[in-house]
């Protein structure tokens, strides 16, 4: 069954950089684009970026262009979202999802905190 | 930029009534372009319809959706305790010609038990 399970979430200073992963299974990254999608505490959700099946589109939100790049690697099935000179207000709980009419598979979620 | 927004920001109603949630395009958009989701709290997004009417799998048929162009509605027929979370529409614009963004939220509808 399709599965997305994120990862490499924390705590980290503003200014600061991390990666999220996320692994898909049940399906092949190489078939079907992946989404970020971001909720702040309280908060609605927010999209963030996209890549698509091949890798040869990219999408990003206004509020990380320039900041955050998505890429994949295909012999992991796997997704990863570089975020670079964090701020505050990027704190959220980072969603991967598959791309397909809609978005029925997401993971579970992993919590960015960026905090001094 | 595709906007969509959503009413009423808060529904208070009690099991067993029906609930009525509006989104509203900033323009016309495609019927299967748009989307409805459920969050329960510590949850992620349940898809719940897809193409503006269609019922995702397993979704109880209390459930329904409906509209075109730029008013689109979701109808919850009877409550029940379960129903009551928030709910999100979405813009899915990931199919050429892809909409920039390609994908955009609603700020959600809480529904509340009263």
């Known amino acids: 069954q399709v599965q997305l399970v994120e990862s490499g979430g924390g705590v980290v200073q503003p200014g600061r950089s991390l990666r999220l992963s996320c692994v898909a299974s049940g399906f092949s990254i190489t078939t079907y684009g992946v989404h970020w999608v971001r909720q702040a505490p309280g908060k609605g959700l927010e999209w963030v970026a996209m890549i698509y099946f091949d890798g040869s589109s990219k999408f990003y939100a206004d509020s990380v262009k320039g900041r955050f790049t998505v890429s994949k690697d295909d012999s992991k099935n796997t997704v990863y979202l570089q975020m670079n000179s964090l701020r505050v207000e990027d704190t959220a709980m980072y969603y991967c999802a598959k791309d397909e009419d809609s978005l029925e598979y997401w993971g579970q979620g992993t919590q960015v905190t960026v905090s001094s | ?114």
């Open chain 2, 1 to 114: 930029e595709i906007v969509l927004t959503q009413s009423p920001g808060t529904l208070s109603l009690s099991p067993g009534e029906r609930a009525s949630l509006s989104c509203r395009a900033s323009q016309s958009i495609a019927r299967h372009n748009l989307v409805w989701y459920q969050q329960r709290p510590g949850q992620s997004p349940r898809l719940l319809i897809y193409g503006a009417s269609t019922r995702a799998t397993g979704v109880p048929d209390r459930f329904s959706g409906s509209g075109s162009g730029t008013d689109f509605t979701l109808i919850i027929s009877r409550l029940e305790p379960e129903d009551f979370a928030v709910y999100f529409c979405q813009h899915h614009g990931t199919s050429p010609p892809i909409t920039s963004p390609p994908i955009t939220f609603g700020q959600g509808t809480r529904l509340d038990i009263k």
